[in-house]
């Protein structure tokens, strides 16, 4: 299991928190210091089942100063994730990748499902 997050995020404090009450056994990676790559991102998104647009920080300062809410609708699924592989402030935090799923996001129910 991989956890990205952001260690001053709150959200990913409380996601972190529930994988160690559940014992889960994580490779951690910052954010912004270890940045998903790509070729990764494209992975997880189709890995997810998800639309590449839920992957982005919608509530963070770099996504509204970039006026991505309306660049993103025209984008490909390259040129997505090359745009967030080139800042993980752009990612939606926290990610969890496992070999079945992708979270996007802490919702405290899918992850306690996940770690049954």
């Not at 889960?24 to 070729?39: C, F, L, N, S, Y």
């Not at 639309?51 to 490909?76: A, I, S």
Request: charged share 30%.
């Amino acid at each position: 299991m991989i956890f990205i997050y952001y260690p001053s995020c709150s959200t990913c404090k409380k996601a972190l928190k529930t994988l160690k009450e559940h014992d889960a056994i994580v490779e951690i990676r910052h954010i912004v210091e270890d940045t998903p790559t790509a070729e990764e991102l494209k992975a997880w998104i189709m890995q997810s089942g998800e639309p590449f647009t839920k992957f982005f920080n919608t509530h963070g300062v770099l996504y509204k100063e970039m006026g991505l809410k309306e660049r993103v609708k025209n984008m490909n699924i390259e040129e997505a994730v090359a745009l967030l592989a080139g800042n993980g402030m752009l990612i939606k935090r926290p990610l969890l990748i496992t070999e079945e799923k992708v979270l996007v996001g802490f919702k405290e129910d899918d992850y306690k499902q996940l770690l049954k």
